[in-house]
């Protein structure tokens, strides 16, 4: 062993130590840096969720609201309210040149502007608009002022123009309760029973329409055979009454209105959720001139047979139970509520 004597001990002033490296700060200091980005990330995810929750659940709705007001007090300041023309002092006549004048009025709004929805104990009391001829899809998700909006507007289908022997209305069913979302419970025959009758009047002319069917469709082939009810007008009357026939079979409900070759009809067309694409449809023809327009409620009632698309049915095929033609429906009795001259 060395020895040191006392001028030759080394100074432990002049030691060196050798530290090694401690990476625990840096590695703090680099997962605060992480924690701090995924909560400004989060932030800003939240904030603009929160953002989107509050335009489509309040302000979107304000906004529809507030249009479909703004379009209603110009409607009914123009005298396009539907009355009792005798308690009114009105002719019959005099009432329905009012309520087309009214439509007119909204004309000066947008020329677009083709006619008056009303039902009765339902939210649906707005304008129906005509899309250009290049562009039939154009109200679907834009307000009458053009604006763009999800709830779109209730619109003509490009296949019926005003004055069509059956004119196609479209509208989106928003589960907000908003456009056609309403029509959708027609199926059932209370609910017909508290709106049977539809004010729908055109710049052309007034009127009001019974429902006769309310009738679930499919548009996907992959559900059955499709029927085509975007028709409106027709080359016959024989073609005309085969495609009311069609109408007439698939109602749910029975309203006891009759129906003939010289009636003119609507249809409202909405989205339906049954199944995938899936439409509900309420059809309802003008109240013929000199013809009581209310409608005995009593004889409202659910159909019995009513024919769904195959794709409702648990066996995938509906029941052979309604003969292909409407004449030979009508021979078999199996029909009440034609009264028409055409196969007499």
């Not at 009809?265 to 995938?276: G, K, P, R, V």
């Not at 023809?285 to 195959?310: C, H, M, W, Y």
Request: glycine share 6%; aromatic share 12%.
């Amino acid at each position: 062993m060395k020895q040191y004597n006392s001028n030759q001990m080394p100074d432990p002033r002049h030691r060196v130590q050798v530290v090694e490296d401690d990476p625990a700060p840096a590695a703090r200091r680099k997962s605060s840096v992480w924690l701090t980005i995924l909560i400004v990330v989060f932030a800003a995810v939240f904030l603009v969720s929160a953002g989107v929750l509050i335009w489509e659940m309040v302000i979107n709705p304000f906004i529809a609201d507030q249009n479909a007001e703004e379009i209603q007090e110009v409607f009914v300041e123009a005298g396009g309210v539907a009355g009792n023309p005798t308690e009114d002092g009105e002719t019959q006549s005099e009432a329905n040149t009012r309520r087309v004048e009214a439509v007119q009025k909204l004309q000066e709004i947008n020329p677009d502007i083709s006619g008056w929805l009303r039902i009765e104990n339902t939210n649906i009391n707005q304008p129906v608009l005509l899309p250009p001829a290049d562009d039939p899809e154009y109200y679907l998700y834009r307000n009458y002022k053009r604006e763009d909006t999800k709830y779109g507007s209730i619109f003509l289908d490009v296949s019926s123009p005003v004055g069509a022997e059956n004119q196609l209305l479209h509208g989106h069913s928003m589960q907000d309760g908003r456009m056609f979302w309403s029509l959708i419970s027609f199926g059932d025959p209370e609910v017909v029973k508290a709106s049977p009758v539809i004010q729908y009047d055109t710049y052309k002319e007034a009127g009001d329409w019974k429902i006769v069917s309310v009738f679930k469709t499919n548009t996907l082939a992959s559900q059955g055979e499709v029927f085509n009810y975007l028709q409106g007008d027709f080359n016959t009357p024989e073609e005309k009454m085969q495609f009311y026939y069609e109408v007439m079979k698939r109602s749910m409900v029975d309203t006891g209105v009759d129906l003939n070759e010289n009636d003119s009809t609507i249809m409202l067309s909405t989205c339906s959720y049954e199944y995938d694409e899936f439409r509900t449809v309420v059809v309802a023809r003008k109240v013929r001139e000199g013809e009581d327009a209310n409608v005995d409620t009593s004889q409202i009632q659910a159909s019995e047979n009513p024919l769904f698309p195959d794709v409702w049915y648990a066996s995938g095929s509906a029941p052979d139970y309604w003969p292909e033609k409407f004449e030979d429906a009508l021979a078999a009795g199996m029909i009440d509520w034609y009264t028409g001259s055409l196969y007499q």
